[in-house]
């Protein structure tokens, strides 16, 4: 089996890249992690980002694999998931207001001698590449909650919304509504 590993980000429109790359080839673990910030502005002292947090913590969880290790990404998610909760505690953000928390979408692979375990949450996507093909291994988890901002999105820019706070204020209600 030849396999080829490729890394590449690219920041957003945001202050920072939400974006991590785990990369952990010890491990057999690779994986993208997608940060999302909170609906009402957040910035820690070192002007991070909830989002930029989140994803560097999920990052930094799974690339503290130790090999062998047999927590399987299951356990690791859910220590990780632990662990962002802890950091927004300290943060003191209010956990009990949705639209203040942090998350962080994942796809994350651990290839095995006998196969390939993963695991996705939210819209980051895993696909097995071939040489005549390209397969989807996962589905959008949150398409069916995205996708009336994504039409109200487009409305706005065929109405001839322009900037990025004219468009984000006409989907920001919905948005609110799918984060509680």
């Known amino acids: 089996m030849n396999i080829t590993y490729e890394k590449t ?3 957003g429109v945001g202050l920072l890249n939400e974006d991590a ?5 010890q491990a057999n673990l690779y994986g993208v992690v997608d940060g999302v910030s909170s609906l009402v502005p957040y910035r820690n002292a070192k002007e991070e980002t909830g989002g930029f ?44 207001k949705k639209a203040e928390l942090w998350g962080a979408a ?7 001698a006998d ?15 071939y040489d005549d093909e390209v397969r989807p291994l996962t589905r959008r988890q949150v398409s ?9 999105w487009q409305e706005g820019v065929t109405g001839g919304l322009k ?18």
Request: aromatic share 6%.
């Open 9 to 11: 980000s690219y920041k």
């Open 21 to 25: 790359v785990i990369f952990r080839p």
């Open 53 to 96: 947090i989140a994803a560097n913590l999920v990052k930094t969880h799974f690339e503290s694999f130790s090999v062998p290790d047999s927590r399987t990404l299951l356990d690791r998610m859910v220590e990780a998931n632990d662990r962002l909760r802890e950091q927004m505690v300290l943060e003191q953000i209010d956990l009990e």
């Open 106 to 112: 994942a796809a994350v692979v651990r290839v095995q």
């Open 115 to 129: 196969g390939v375990a993963f695991i996705q949450t939210g819209d980051c996507m895993i696909l097995a590449v």
């Open 144 to 152: 069916q909650l995205e996708a009336p901002a994504f039409a109200m």
């Open 163 to 180: 900037t990025q706070k004219e468009l984000h204020d006409t989907v920001i209600d919905t948005a609110r509504a799918d984060r509680a």
